[in-house]
């Protein structure tokens, strides 16, 4: 290996561990939404104009659908704050006729209650929560940051010319390394993307032959939170059978059933199409999936498994001098 990639490999690994010492994976999964999402529109405008005019307008329309998406998140959050709340008002007479057949002692007898007791915990924590809207608020700003240098980026690009010195060589090594990291994120979120859909598609039509109300909102949450790995069905699951409880304990039943079987089959999916695209097993995304979260929390999850397939892409593409002997014994899946 040359002193150039030596180098780079280093420069990478310092970026990494910097974005995770100062928890800047936000930032870092915004720009690299950003950019992907520009060269998507930038190769389907290039052969019809000048690259010039197609990166201002696949620029352009980045910014554009950025916008519209955002009004979109900001409708959906509010259409959240509305939903929820008469969710659990719904189901809650059921949770408490379980609670009361099993004996079960709970805080609160009635949703004015719950409320009261909801309503108490935030006056309680009201310094936490005015931190944390202030930490959102910087966190926003700093993806704001992120996507601006990913877009000045994307419109400065052009093709780089390397000299013969150490510092041309170290940047050449380093480009190397961040188109490398780029493919990797490319490929985990195109097969989650994939997943997410498939598994929203599945749960609409089993909303909709039971009768379940939200439909429209529960099936939004499936695809926008099933995007993160694992997690994001987690909380769509729960949040299903919590409405069903609301029509009826069989209803709810039928729910958790479904949701079994859509989550053993998205074993399947996962081995099947994020298999295919990044070629891991899946206890070592999983395994990244947890890392990551601790790590970076809500980004973590989402960064995890492109930074693992990027470093197994790294290593498989170093040659070893002497070829190693495998035993039976040594075995290992993955």
Known sequence: MTLPAKISYILVALLITLVMVFHLGHVVLAALFAFMFMEVLFRLFKPYMPKLAARWLAMLGFLSIAAFLGFIFATFIKQTLFTIPSIVEAALPRVLEIAGKYSVSLP????????????????????????????????VFHMVLGISVSVFFFLAAKAPEYKSNLFDAVRKETNARIRKFMYSFHKVLGGQLVISAINAMLTALF???????????????????GIM????????????????????????????????????LEYFLNSRIMGASINMPMWQTLLSILVGSIVMGFAGIMLAPAILHYIKSELQAIPLEKPLTSHPQDACPG
Do not use: C, W
């Not at 009261?116 to 009201?126: C, M, P, R, T």
């Not at 909303?207 to 939170?225: E, K, N, R, S």
């Not at 039943?253 to 479904?258: H, I, K, N, P, Q």
């Open 108 to 139: 609160f007898e009635s949703f004015q209650d719950l409320r009261d007791i909801a309503n108490s915990k935030l006056l309680l924590n009201a310094m936490t929560i005015t931190k944390a809207s202030t930490y959102l608020t910087r966190e």
């Open 207 to 225: 909303l909709y032959l039971v009768g379940m109300p939200h439909l429209a909102f529960l099936t939004v949450m499936t695809f926008v939170i």
């Open 229 to 264: 790995p694992i997690i994001g069905n987690i909380v769509s699951n729960t949040v299903i059978v919590i409405t069903a409880l609301g029509i009826s304990l069989q209803i709810a039943g039928l729910a958790l059933a479904f949701l079994i079987v859509i989550h053993k």
